[in-house]
Each structure stands twice: as C-alpha cells, then as structure tokens.
C-alpha cells in the first residue's frame, strides 16, 4: 500500500488520523461528508456506502448535467459563442468568473472552463450554443437524469448555485456515464488548460480543482467538485486503484479540505483490498498471486 505526499500532506492537516488507520485495519473508513458512495465503476457493486441514497443540494457537480445535456444535443465544439450579461446574471452569486461578456470562446473551451475550473457563466452559454434557452437547457438536464433512471435528481438551475438535488449514489453514477464520453472524460481528467478567445484580449489559464488528481497520487481518472452553503463541499471523482475502477462521491463536507481528505481515507482503504466492505473487490491478478503464495508458504509451515 502506498504512502504518498498527498496523504502525507492531509495527516499534517490533521484530517486523517495515521495511527487509527494502522491501528484498526479491519474497520471502513472515517467518512467526515454527510452523504459518501463507492462503486465498482465496471459492475455497478456497492463497495462502501454512507448515506448514499439521501437527497442533498449538489452545488456545481450539477455540470457534468450540463455537459451530457449539450452532447446529447449535438453542440458543435469548434464553433464560437459569445458571452453575453445573460450569462453573467445567471452565474450571480457564483464564484468569481474569468469569462469576460462580449468576449467568444470555442465550446469546446466553454466545456473545458465550466468542468476543470466551473466556472458558473459557460452553463447558460453552452445551452444557447446548443440551440437552447436557459429553461430548456434545465428540462435537458432533468431528461439526462431520467434517461439514466436516476430518479432523486432534480435540476431548477443550470450553474449548480439555486435548488439542485441528488444523492451520493445517484451523482457515481451520472459520473460513470459522463466519463463514458470520450470528449469528457478527456477534460475531467485535465489538470491544466489555457483558454483563449477569439479576439485574443483573453487568455485564461484554468486549473482543476480535483486535488488528489492533480496531487497523482493514485490514479484519478476525472471529477467535479462543488460547494454552495446548502451543499456544502462535494465531490466525485472516478479513480483507478489496486487495479479496480472505482467511482466515489462525496457530498455535505463541513470544510474544503474535508471531501479530499475522505477521498485520501477511501482509496488507503481501497487499496488496503477494502476490510469490511459489503462487497469486496475481486482481487487483481497480483494480489490474487500474492495472496496464493502466503498461503502456500503458511500450509508449508504447518505441515
């Protein structure tokens, strides 16, 4: 099992406790977020749940909604489109945003600023670039949500900021559909892009923030992150670990660092070969290997 700079840098926050975890190898791990849910991202199988079937607010996770939403409509990802003040008044109340109103950005770009960096006024104008208004942009989502029979998902709110709910479970798995896609599951799992506009005044450069992707410490194949005030910290990310594809989801942190600290708990746990789980991950061939060989040497021993 690994010991890597990220968990390093999360025991130093004091988030995770080292000693508890060498201390009770055997228990699930210490989920700090209200809501949590591990999923064999290959066969659907609960790995670890925390009240995973609670509805909550979902903050910007909501984006990844958005995207599947524009897709599926067919957007032109090479074509322009111009930011207008209908974008920035849906994005009021967001996070400060770095795409200027009059300036136009490719919609591939628009995708990449609105999952690596969620920035809250690409929603509205990829919906237009899409062909459609803000409500049907939202009735687009919610169809997304019940294609793929998730039925506690709700969209008021294309950006994430007012009234959008979901559970733990249902967001894993609108994740594994979104990565299904190859255009995003390439910018979920970007760490860094510079965005330019078609006039060239703007050149913005965006970073993800998906920390243990862009920490590497484990393999971590692309998310979205979210915070509102009713949603608190959110997270979801896919992850590839011990030879397993996982998908994990994380809503209701109390703090910032909270969600990737509960990230850092699950994949030590995961990776450990998950002690405790409902159901345990098949073993990959090295372990399964492995596993052979100590109990070849242990009945050796006892003959």
Sequence with gaps: MRTAAFVTSLLLWGLISGPAMADKPSELPEIKSRSAVVIDADTGAEIFAKDADSVRAIASTTKIFVAMA????????????????????????????????????????????MLI???????????????????????????????????????TDSSGLRGNVSTAREMALAL???????????????????????????????????QP????????????????????????????IDGHRYLLA???????????????????????GAPGARIKPAPTAARAKATGARRRVKGTATR
């Design 176 to 210: 594994r559909a979104a990565q299904k896609d190859p255009v995003l599951a390439e910018i979920m799992g970007t760490t860094y892009y510079v965005v330019k506009s078609r006039s060239g005044a703007n050149k913005i450069a965006y970073g993800s923030t998906n």
């Design 70 to 113: 524009v897709r599926k409509h067919k957007i032109a990802l090479d074509d322009w489109t111009e930011i207008t003040r209908d974008d920035a008044r849906a994005a009021k109340g967001g996070s400060r945003t770095r795409l200027d109103v009059g300036q136009s950005f490719r919609n591939h770009d628009l995708l990449r600023a």
């Design 213 to 240: 992707m862009v920490a590497g410490t484990y393999k971590v194949t692309g998310g979205k992150t979210g915070f509102t005030r009713a949603a608190g910290y959110c997270f979801i990310t896919g992850a590839e």
């Design 117 to 155: 960096s969620s920035d809250n006024r690409a929603p509205t104008a990829l919906g237009r670039a899409a062909g459609m208004t803000r409500d049907q942009l939202i009735a687009a989502m919610n169809d997304v949500a019940k294609d793929l029979g998730l039925k506690k998902t709700k969209f």
């Design 250 to 272: 994380f809503l209701g942190a109390e703090a910032k660092a909270t969600r990737f600290a509960d990230f850092a708990r699950t994949a030590a746990w995961l990776d450990a």
